[in-house]
């Protein structure tokens, strides 16, 4: 069974910083491309970041140069680096992975004040 379990959202001030965390289970880590998704109210959710299993990346333009994505396989984890925050980067963060099928995490809040 799969599943994805996110962590690290919150509440933080314009300009900060955040770390969101995504454990994986249930699927061989290392082969996969993880991704985050983030979805803003009233809006559509949209690819931020993923990684592919040669680590290579691909950013959103809205969060190129701010966020960084890495991947831990020994803890089929990957991690989300979001620095210099904006109010508009508000939204849930999900993490994102397709095992024959696309599979969600719950999704962590992230709340950027102005």
């Known amino acids: 069974q799969v599943q994805l379990v996110e962590s690290g959202g919150g509440l933080v001030q314009a300009g900060g910083s955040l770390r969101l965390s995504c454990a994986a289970s249930?699927?061989?880590?290392?082969?996969?491309?993880m991704a985050w998704y983030r979805q803003a109210p009233g809006k559509q959710r949209e690819m931020g970041a993923s990684?592919?299993?040669?680590?290579?990346?691909n950013y959103a333009d809205a969060v190129k140069g701010r966020f960084t994505i890495s991947r831990d396989n020994v803890k089929s984890t990957v991690y989300l680096q979001m620095n210099s925050l904006k109010p508009e980067d508000t939204a849930v963060y999900l993490c994102?992975?397709?095992?024959?099928?696309?599979?969600w995490g719950q999704g962590t809040q992230v709340t950027v004040s102005s």
């Open positions: 990684i592919s299993s040669g680590y290579s990346t």
């Open positions: 249930g699927i061989i880590f290392s082969i996969k491309t």
């Open positions: 994102y992975t397709n095992n024959w099928r696309d599979y």
